[in-house]
């Protein structure tokens, strides 16, 4: 089975732009959850969505958001970027619950 | 909240020798412990997992154990390789779903 892919690999916005990635899970999984990872915080949890729906979310405002298609695709907006929102961007998908399986991540830089 | 900790930050070792990576996790609901190896710009790779029904689980080189009763579970690679030196996260879950709590990671050297 092919892996989780993300698009696009890499990306450079502008503060106050707008940003989507986009991932496409393992054939099979319903579930895609999205992470943030930087160093100084490190990975940290986003959302997961399930069959289309917002089933955990994270500590992030709301100008992060997501969402899932029928095809279990998933995408994650940000919108009014900051200088803080430089951070690879991992998408993870799972069968069911538990085993997750990360994608290579989008590297966001915003200048 | 869930809080994963993990010890130590960077850890060298001899090729050959044994190398221990500690976490700690505060929710007892927790029932799932994933540990994660993230070699330089490439995606975290889940390599050994362990649910709270067991104590320990091997796979060739690795091993998890999990103390229900202190809240701790470690991840032990023996005969360590050069190809082992990446960071290593442990994780916890956080309520229902796959919501992950993550260590802050432990950078492995293993030096020839």
């Known amino acids: 089975k092919a892996g989780v892919t993300q698009t696009p690999r890499y990306l450079i916005k502008t503060r106050g732009q707008q940003v989507t990635l986009s991932c496409s899970p393992i054939?099979?999984?319903?579930?895609v959850s999205w992470y943030q990872q930087t160093p100084g915080q490190g990975l940290q949890f986003l959302f997961e969505?399930?069959?289309?729906?917002?089933?955990n979310k994270g500590n992030f405002p709301g100008r992060f958001s997501g969402r899932q298609f029928s095809n279990s695709r998933s995408e994650m907006n940000v919108s009014t970027l900051e200088l803080g929102d430089s951070a690879l961007y991992l998408c993870?998908?799972?069968?069911?619950?538990?085993?997750?399986?990360f994608g290579p991540g989008t590297r966001l830089t915003v200048l | 909240g869930e809080n994963v900790e993990q010890h130590p930050s960077t850890l060298s070792v001899q090729e050959g020798d044994s190398a221990v990576i500690k976490c700690t996790y505060s929710?007892?609901?927790?029932?799932?412990f994933p540990w994660y190896k993230q070699e330089l710009g490439k995606r975290p790779q889940l390599i050994i997992d362990?649910?709270?029904?067991?104590g320990e689980k091997k796979d060739q080189r690795i091993a998890v154990t999990l103390n229900k009763t202190a809240k701790h579970f470690s991840l032990h690679i023996t005969e360590t390789q050069p190809e082992d030196s990446a960071v290593y996260f442990c994780?916890?879950?956080?309520?229902?779903?796959?919501?992950?709590?993550f260590g802050t990671g432990t950078q492995l050297k293993v030096e020839l």
């Open positions: 993870a998908s799972s069968l069911g619950v538990h085993e997750q399986f």
């Open positions: 054939s099979g999984h319903r579930s």
């Open positions: 994780a916890a879950p956080k309520g229902g779903g796959n919501k992950l709590t």
């Open positions: 929710d007892s609901a927790s029932n799932y």
């Open positions: 969505y399930f069959s289309e729906t917002q089933r």
């Open positions: 362990i649910r709270s029904n067991v």
